[in-house]
């Protein structure tokens, strides 16, 4: 099923990368088993790869010229590789640079930012050379094999035309060897979502082109699975629910969303584990990033979902050690995640403080919920105490709007919705757990519910907010309190709790197939719905200003200045 | 029963602002009904006015001299409105100034602020003209439609003398316009209600003179109906509760204060209603002001006093939708300052926070407590639920002490009462939801109880710290705490619970009752209870250097200085 | 029984102390009973003092240089004292001082801080002149009496040679005499205990010479009561839980660690006693030390410990007024502490936040636990509320890191497991009052062992922390977790709880048992169990930067670029 959806899928991004002289989606190709060993691939390119390495030699020997060379590069066979050769002709009045390997000491430092053409734009007298042998190097870094190996063989060969190259080359791999920082990640992007590149940074990877497919697949694809098999859950309680029997819903609607829950989830883990394996850096830098490690738990949780939106027809009831399969991987993000806000340093409760941060909170409510679905009684009240816990923790820290979380927008934004999310599960959990929905249940959730009545008199203020693949994640708090909702009509069953209950499932309903439409309509028509993944491509250090200079020159400054600029800064 | 304690109060404050030369309580006479409409007034006004400032440009154009116009007005008839024509006598040695109309261009910038009589004690050769028809404009800017009115009719007629004062006027008006940013009341304000002018700055109204009474009148005099409502309930509970049979109360004391209660809030609300009639402006200024606001919770938890403290012999059985239409206003205004708190901008909780937060969160507890004492269920845990989750957040923060609270004072004051009141409202509300006084109503009330003592030991703090109106809000903690010790003396009843209550409520009493004689002293002996309200007469910018410098110069300086101070700010 | 340890432990530090031929450890002699009154001491001493000081005055006068004259002083009877007569022979060129009494007037100032010889090591000629009738008065200001009351009768037979000490003496004594602002602990102290003395920081009393040993012994030593009588607990319930009578645990343990837990008790007890009695300045700076005050709360707790130990064998039921009597002292501290936290000034909770707080959170729960075991009702639940909001407020901050907890440190500490005390203690109090381990005492017992979990997967973060007798206090958390999980076993007794409690236990033992041997390795191996306190020796001001520098160049420099230093500083 995921198989049809990539044939799909990948034409589209296919056909526009080609446009753009750029071939960036090179290993999702893979997907149809050709070349399942990528080494291979990369040590059968070295023949190819060196000779156009003489070859341009030649060229910036004749003229004499700066030569920046970008090297487009993929890990996989079916690549239509290519080599730009940017030739930059000036007169050198001061400086008396004989040295053929790098006239321009200056330039090449600034080139390793710089992979993308800015001289291009700079002068005429250019010279773009194409060559379908040559691969694109500009992604090397993020790659998980090819890149280090290319070059030790390289090396091998001896070739000493190659040595700025390879020298700058190891100095961005230098660059992105080990994970920014939390603090550049602060520093160098702005947005609730950490997502947008500031004015004042460069990214590592070419800005103005579509990168490889992997590279533009985000960890927060798992949000998608979240959307879906929530609703899933959300139709099976609709249909299930004796409080909720007078809509006569059948349990198809809860059958479809599963199936198709299942699907997303397939084909998303499938993606993304290609992502691990090839491109292991971009994963690591997700990691790393303080918004984006929430949705580490995004997998795990759906995967609760589908156990929990499992129809009745599938199976009535699960197997107890799911559960603990489930629940490992959510307990050592935990330790780990937790234990970084508590013990300080640079990921402490007060710096990464984010909405997000409750995806990582509201697993621990949804395994109890499970856990307490399928019998268990210890686990689940382990992890509800170890959820509320640090519930109160996060929520008072992002109540306060500590003047260090500057990072989180004035205005609402869906990301906001995760508010409700927590103690929506929260109050079923404990429901489930108890065994009746009594005060300690319902004061969760009416706290879940003034959230939700808090926001939902604030939606105006959506306008202008650009589409995320993030908001998928934005929706599951939706159809949590819907759930939540039912589950108190079953309760306190009057015409008053009905209403509701009908209210918030329509609109959760209805923002699902908005944004599932929004989805698609980004994806087939606008084509845009994975753009360059910005967040993984920030520099390890802070860019130093002759670099912020030349980023901004890139559009509109004439050769002069920024020779000029260049050199002030030199003498500075 | 309003009307006689308005003819005992009104008088009193008439006879003080007479002595000052100053109309300045000047609409409260509406509340003879004699002029419904002040369109009315201000239109028929008009003759007069114009004629007075035709006057005045006689005499500035014969003497050549700055003149500066402050002119009294009224939205009412009954007015005896006066012009003062502050003549100001100087050589123009190095400018070369024929225009008539702003000789001075600084001076008359400079004067949009000072309309009070700076220049007047700067120079010897002044004179004061009083002229009857003539109002006050300097409160125009709070007013919420004559002013802008009587310039429009003003500009119709054509009078070009007036264009400077309209001009100044206009910027005036545009200074205040728009309630400044929350920033600016932290900037301008100090002290740990925010009520006191910082040095540094100066007030959009003249600080040495008194206004009317309803700028005056703020939005704190609620607090005396919260202080003798919970007094009312207190002495019902003492009349009711088996436990306290003991002390055989008569029901009188009950019925008396609710009486004198009820009173209370009509006549405070309707002079309320007055100022947000007339001064729109002001009590807009309030509502932004980060401490003052959360006094708007005051009248409706009155109110809900009110209904607790319902002597049996009037009613024993409220009717439910008493209770919905009184949660109304606290749900919208919850949904408002929560949102504000949480959506982050400049009211955000971390900035904000300050022991006054409690009047926003102790509505829940009380709407708690009324509606389960009412028979509701499910509303009551909604409000129980809505508190808790409020107050955990608030509670943490007041703790916490964050950096950024920089506006609470070190000293004990009497706002930290308010502690208090929320655990104390909340245990009852619990017991009485729970029907039983069990171990979570205990929990809130044993923390109620060790934050009195808490306070009670530091309580020779208080030394020095001048009376306020809003103390009466910071009375009724102590009353709550009284009634939850009564009713926790229901569930233990032994000699130690017993004593408490009585001591507790003979603590309370004794507050409040000297709270009364402070009042009653303020109001007619020292006839200072409603000062000027300097929390709304802030200016929406920092006041420039300049101004800054003139509003120091105001006491002492004379006016050579005063002239190159100005024209070396010009020049800088 | 305490007499017998003070004889195996005094006389080898009474050795090392004589070896660096100063007399530090003089009061602990009181133990002995023969100067009960150490003020006949004092006086009687004066004779043979006057005549010293009268015997330098000739050497200055002779030698016309600098003298400065650290007299070692001690409040006790059997001493011996001695006087450093530090000559110091320079050329003053530029300057023309004849005053015979205090030739170099900067540097009389700047001996006041540095009684410690700096000067002795920067040029040759010079002279230290032994006397033993001479006391060390170094350590006067720390001291309760003595010195006080030795320099009025000094003043009172009018010795004018000693005018120049008297003054620095008086300066030094106003210098310590008010304990320092929090602000300076913070500034002047660094390490996660605020132990360490900053670089750019000096020590009041001498930093290379060992002080008397009662200025040396920390408040901290009550942990060791902690830890001790804790296991005492842990034995206990080993040995009377039904869950855990497989593991066939004798009462022995219990009995014998009881024993030597009382016998701790005692002796620490007694020996900070005669520092209260003794060195009342010094106990006083470490009731002001951020951290250290919260150990003021160890003996109480560990009192309470032992009323929780108590064998079976000794007794069953203990009486409440012990409870009583044992809650007094915490109660009233915790008025102080908390109030302090949250009235703002220096010591609010954002700025002095530190796991080490949790010792002043946690008897509320040990005081609850053994309310609750003694069968009262009502003080328990109080306590317990109490703690409950407090721990809520503390874990929130702490877990939230705030910007201003800067002194905490990155990497875990011992101190950290103090986070699993107030938990698991909370857990049992809980379950005693509840009269079962129900889910609300579930969930503290989850949370610590989450927490617990948590830590301990960062044990290896432990390398290069210098071992502390603080760490004492950070095992009863472990210990208490332990108990807790016995607990817990005994409402849900499978084999996975009693692995669990086999193993915490075990671990728990095994770390007190390390402790103890590194414990007696420190004291009587490498003799450093007790180094200077530092903590308590900071000055009371910012050292200004001429005492800084001289502070660096003691080891280094030479006269000529101290006295240039000087003069230059003296100029700005």
């Not at 995806?359 to 307490?372: D, Q």
């Not at 819907?482 to 209403?499: E, F, P, Q």
């Not at 004439?558 to 260049?566: A, H, Q, V």
Request: proline share 6%; aromatic share 12%.
């Amino acid at each position: 099923m995921e198989q049809t959806e990539l044939q799909v899928e990948i034409p589209s991004v296919l056909k526009q990368t080609s446009c753009q002289n750029i071939k960036g989606f090179d290993c999702v190709d893979y997907g149809n088993g050709n070349n399942p060993n990528p080494l291979e691939n990369a040590i059968s390119d070295k023949e190819s790869y060196g000779e156009s390495i003489a070859g341009s030699k030649i060229t910036k020997l004749e003229l004499q010229e700066v030569v920046i060379i970008s090297l487009p590069a993929s890990p996989s066979g079916l690549h239509i590789g290519q080599t730009k050769l940017v030739l930059h002709s000036e007169k050198c009045e001061n400086t008396d640079q004989n040295d053929t390997k790098n006239p321009y000491p200056q330039l090449a430092k600034q080139k390793k930012f710089h992979s993308q053409p800015i001289l291009v734009r700079e002068n005429g007298d250019r010279k773009v050379v194409h060559s379908e042998a040559i691969r694109d190097h500009r992604f090397d870094p993020f790659k998980t094999w090819s890149g280090r190996l290319e070059r030790q063989i390289s090396n091998l060969r001896g070739k000493a035309t190659q040595e700025p190259d390879i020298e700058a080359g190891a100095s961005e791999r230098d660059e992105i060897e080990e994970a920014p920082g939390v603090d550049r990640y602060f520093d160098a992007l702005e947005g609730p979502e950490l997502d947008t590149l500031r004015a004042t940074e460069v990214s590592v990877l070419p800005e103005d082109e579509k990168w490889p497919f992997l590279l533009r697949f985000p960890v927060n694809a798992f949000g998608i699975c979240l959307g879906v098999s929530s609703q899933a859950i959300l139709w099976k309680t609709l249909n299930t629910s004796p409080a909720m029997s007078f809509l006569h819903i059948s349990p198809m609607p809860n059958l479809i969303l599963w199936w198709a829950a299942l699907a997303l989830i397939l084909f998303v883990s499938f993606v993304y584990l290609l992502k691990i394996v090839f491109y292991f850096e971009a994963v690591k830098r997700e990691y790393h990033h303080p918004v984006r490690v929430n949705f580490f738990f995004a997998p795990w949780i759906a995967c609760m979902f589908m156990a929990l939106a499992v129809p009745p027809s599938i199976a009535v009831n699960l197997r107890p050690f799911i559960w603990y399969i489930l629940m490992t991987p959510i307990f050592i993000l935990e330790l780990k995640i937790y234990g970084q806000w508590m013990s300080g340093g640079q990921r402490r409760l007060s710096k990464v403080a984010n909405p997000s941060n409750h995806l990582s909170i509201v697993g621990n409510f949804v395994g109890a919920l499970l856990g307490a679905n399928m019998g268990l009684k210890e686990g689940p009240i382990f992890f509800f105490a170890v959820g509320l816990a640090h519930y109160i923790v996060l929520f008072v820290t992002l109540y306060q709007r500590l003047p260090t979380n500057a990072a989180l927008p004035k205005e609402l934004h869906p990301v906001f919705f995760l508010f409700v999310a927590a103690p929506s599960v929260a109050c079923m959990a404990w429901a489930k757990i108890q065994g009746d929905f009594d005060y300690a249940a319902r004061i969760p959730y009416f706290i879940a519910l003034f959230l939700y009545m808090s926001l939902a008199v604030r939606v105006n203020f959506f306008t202008g907010i650009r589409f995320s693949l993030a908001w998928w994640a934005y929706t599951f708090p939706m159809t949590g309190a819907s759930i939540a909702t039912i589950k108190y009509t079953m309760a306190v069953t009057n015409v008053v709790t009905r209403s509701l209950s009908v209210c918030l499932s329509a609109i959760s309903t209805f923002t699902v197939s908005t944004l599932l439409v929004y989805t698609i309509v980004h994806a087939f028509v606008l084509r845009d719905l994975f753009p360059n993944d910005i967040s993984i491509a920030i520099t390890r250090k802070k860019p130093k200003f002759s670099k912020m200079l030349s980023h901004f020159r890139s559009s509109s400054a004439d050769s002069k200045d920024f020779d000029s600029s260049i050199s002030k800064n030199s003498e500075i």
